[in-house]
């Protein structure tokens, strides 16, 4: 499955089973959170999960977004940069969590930092997305 059309039935699946009302930017605009390394050990990898995630989301909005229950919706992305480090990933997925108020959280670029911020994730029933499975799909 390419990343665009993986990324729309990631999105739309945590829209429907995310528990809540969806966090929206505006009435049509649904904001998907993450960190990523864009400095440190990692931060090729991350830079190409950004432009990534950045091509994705581009791709669905161009083609008017995804639907939910008729509606429809763009998606946008809230990024932080982690610098590589599991316990700034996880302070940052707070942050998106509970300052942003992102809920829809994309995992860390390296499997350390999602293993940091599931936690978070996981006591605030946010549905994460882990980003190495779609940086391999794509």
């Known amino acids: 499955m390419g990343t665009s059309r993986w990324l729309v039935a990631a999105a739309g699946i945590a829209v429907t089973v995310g528990g809540g009302p969806i966090a929206v930017a505006s009435d049509d605009e649904v904001v998907l959170g993450t960190t990523v390394p864009l400095t440190g050990a990692h931060k090729r990898s991350g ?23 008729g509606k429809r919706y763009c998606l946008t992305a809230c990024y932080y940069g982690d610098n590589s480090h599991p316990l700034k990933a996880q302070e940052l997925i707070g942050r998106l969590i509970y300052e942003d108020g992102v809920k829809f959280i994309f995992g860390p670029y390296h499997s350390v930092q999602n293993r940091a911020v599931l936690a978070t994730v996981k006591r605030n029933r946010v549905p994460m997305v882990d980003a190495l499975d779609c940086a391999e799909a794509g």
């Open 47 to 69: 830079t190409d999960t950004h432009n990534r995630y950045e091509l994705a989301i581009r791709r669905i909005n161009e083609r008017g977004g995804f639907d939910v229950d």
